[in-house]
C-alpha cells in the first residue's frame, strides 16, 4: 500500500517460503515476527497522527487486502485515512471492510481534495 508522503514497508515483515513437504518451522522461525508487526503498526499510526496534527491531507492508493489488513490492525478509520484511490472502477464509490474508509477514483482527488 502506498500511502501519500511515505511507503509502509513490507518487506520486513514477510516470512520466508516454507517447504511444505518439510518438518514445520522452528519457535525461532517467528521470533520476532509480533514485534515487526507493532514496529510497522506504531511507526504508521504515528506518520498519519502527525500528518494530521500538521495539517496534511493524506490519502492512500491501493484498495488490496493487504493494506487493508494492515488499516483494520492498526485501526485506521476516516478519520486519519478519509480514503483510498484505486483504479478498478468495481471498488469505487464503496468503503474498506471494517474500517469504512470511502474508495474513490484518481479522478476524484482533486474534488475531494478541495472539500476535505
Not at 520466508?16 to 509480533?34: E, K, M, R
Not at 491501493?62 to 472502477?89: C, E, F, I, M, S
Amino acid at each position: 500500500m502506498w500511502v501519500f508522503g511515505a511507503v509502509v514497508n513490507r518487506s520486513e515483515l514477510e516470512v520466508p517460503f516454507v517447504d511444505l513437504g518439510s518438518a514445520p518451522p522452528s519457535n525461532a522461525y517467528y521470533a520476532g515476527f509480533q514485534t515487526k508487526a507493532d514496529r510497522v503498526k506504531n511507526d504508521f499510526l504515528a506518520f498519519l497522527l502527525d500528518a494530521k496534527r500538521a495539517g496534511k491531507k493524506v490519502a492512500a492508493y491501493g484498495a488490496a487486502a493487504k493494506g487493508n489488513t494492515l488499516l483494520n490492525y492498526a485501526g485506521v478509520r476516516p478519520d486519519l485515512l478519509p480514503y483510498v484511490v484505486d483504479g478498478n472502477p468495481a471498488k469505487q464509490g464503496k468503503s474498506l471492510p471494517g474500517s469504512r474508509i470511502p474508495i474513490v477514483a484518481k479522478n476524484d482527488l482533486g474534488t475531494i481534495g478541495q472539500t476535505m
